[in-house]
């Protein structure tokens, strides 16, 4: 197959025709049973070469009694024990500063990054100068898929820092032999600013958040911009739902005119984009010869079949410096395999990823995700851009409270129209999530806008629950 290597060895003046939808078309549409086989050979590979350069996989796999000769079928591939969150925290605290799963010496690391951090100790990503490469060149070969090409204008609006997706958007763009533009975000006055530049050059691809793709059009229009005249042809979106949710994807794509792609899974699995629509593909192809992703059952870890519901364990096929292995996301979705309309033969997340399994709260027994709230309040005419969820303990029941800015032409006709729109809300709402939800409308502009990815819950039931014990109640 083109360049399917291990370790990989990509040759960086390769490109496809120029007529060519594929950037390696064998890779991307052979026969997925085949590719099946391929994968299993090659899992092998990148596990025996995990297991003789760390100690985090050697000490795992000899406890679970594995070896990377024992996986002949993807089934086997099911017994390797996942890798979480907390595991790598843990080996980077007893083995700083990149854990005992670093496959490669230090002094080949190339960029370090890691995770925000904003609750305990962050995780540190050393990546070598070899998959600093690879990355470049799996982003490339994607966002070739996405319709964007080599001359074109790649506008980064996401804050260049410890945040994985902003540079993996920049070198994709850089290998693709774009104009790479590094704008950022985060800084104050920053959006104004971009809505200069963009203007001024008038980029064929624009990567943010879904959110911040909301946010910078409108300060386009408070500055009196249409973001048409941006002349964008693909906006591609990571870091949060959004991109794959008709109402909102369907309303960025009104708004400028130009074609919506959702991508990306964690930084931890960067090349992250391994999860990504096409041009003609909507939803998320899961790129299995790059990062092969099992949609699971989240207490099993087995995979479910296709058309089921499930958490994403993502395995680095292409990765030698920190490859993740049965890495366990916490996200939620669910996967099919149908014929794509791009011809790709990979499995698809048609509804892209849900959220966090984590950030899904129970109200009355009903599972609620965040993005199924903003799905809902996107797809009304009036709504205002903004909301937060809140959920409380009134009495021993939770409670579900949604406050919903409403927008300027509402504002303008006045209580009625408000309250209209305030009924519309909740009765959608009630029947989409299969639960009781109060709504507050509120003016336009009351909630702060994010540049980088949305947080809108607050769980106010621990609250109510201390009240109530410091009342004795
Ligand atoms: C998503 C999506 C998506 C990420 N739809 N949820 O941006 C890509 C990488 C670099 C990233 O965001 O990594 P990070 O900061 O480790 O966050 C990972 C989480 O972000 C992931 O587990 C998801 O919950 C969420 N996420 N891209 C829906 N396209």
């Not at 490469?133 to 090409?149: D, Y």
């Not at 910078?216 to 229009?221: G, H, K, N, P, T």
């Not at 129970?362 to 809902?376: D, F, L």
Request: glycine share 10%.
């Amino acid at each position: 197959m083109e360049e399917w290597n291990f370790p990989p060895s990509y040759r960086n003046d390769y490109f496809p025709d120029t007529n060519s939808p594929y950037w390696f078309r064998d890779r991307e549409t052979m026969d997925p049973e085949k590719r099946d086989e391929l994968i299993v050979a090659r899992i092998r590979e990148v596990m025996a070469y995990a297991y003789d350069h760390s100690p985090f996989y050697q000490r795992k796999w000899d406890e679970a009694g594995i070896k990377a000769n024992d996986i002949r079928t993807l089934a086997d591939f099911e017994e390797v024990p996942v890798v979480t969150k907390q595991e790598l925290r843990d080996s980077q605290a007893k083995n700083p500063p990149f854990g005992d799963y670093l496959c490669c010496p230090e002094s080949d690391i190339h960029h370090i990054h890691g995770t925000s951090g904003t609750t305990g100790r962050p995780t540190a990503f050393g990546i070598s100068r070899r998959d600093w490469e690879t990355i470049a060149n799996n982003h490339a070969r994607i966002m070739w898929g996405m319709g964007l090409r080599p001359g074109d204008t790649v506008f980064v609006a996401a804050i260049l820092s410890l945040y994985m997706g902003s540079w993996g958007a920049l070198i994709g763009a850089e290998r693709l032999g774009c104009k790479a533009f590094p704008f950022g975000a985060g800084a104050p006055g920053m959006t104004a600013r971009a809505v200069i530049w963009l203007g001024m050059m008038k980029p064929a691809g624009l990567y943010s958040t879904p959110s911040y793709a909301l946010r910078l059009a409108e300060v386009a229009r408070e500055e009196g911009v249409d973001p048409r005249e941006f002349g964008i042809k693909v906006l591609f979106f990571s870091g949060e739902p959004g991109g794959s949710i008709p109402s909102i994807r369907d309303k960025i794509q009104q708004i400028y005119g130009a074609k919506v792609v959702d991508c990306g899974t964690m930084a931890e699995l960067t090349p992250w984009m391994h999860a990504s629509g096409s041009a003609d593909t909507e939803g998320m192809l899961l790129w299995q010869d790059i990062v092969y992703t099992e949609v699971a059952d989240p207490n099993t870890h087995r995979r479910v079949p296709y058309g089921e519901q499930g958490t994403p364990i993502y395995t680095h096929l292409e990765r030698t410096s920190q490859p993740m292995i049965r890495m366990v996301s916490g996200d939620l979705t669910h996967w099919v395999m149908e014929d794509n309309p791009c011809g790709r033969t990979y499995p698809r997340l048609p509804k892209g990823i849900y959220g966090r399994i984590d950030d899904m709260f129970q109200i009355r027994g009903e599972n609620v995700y965040p993005s199924a709230i903003a799905e809902v309040l996107e797809g009304l005419a009036g709504y205002g851009g903004e909301h937060r969820i809140i959920i409380s303990r009134g009495g021993s029941m939770d409670e579900l409270a949604v406050k919903a800015e409403f927008d300027q032409e509402v504002a303008g006709r006045g209580p009625d129209a408000i309250r209209s729109l305030g009924e519309k809300a909740e009765a959608e709402l009630s029947r989409v999530l299969g639960v009781r939800a109060r709504v507050v409308m509120v003016d336009p502009e009351t909630f702060p806008r994010t540049d980088f990815k949305a947080q809108r819950v607050v769980d106010d039931r621990d609250l109510y629950q201390s009240l109530n014990q410091k009342r004795g109640g």
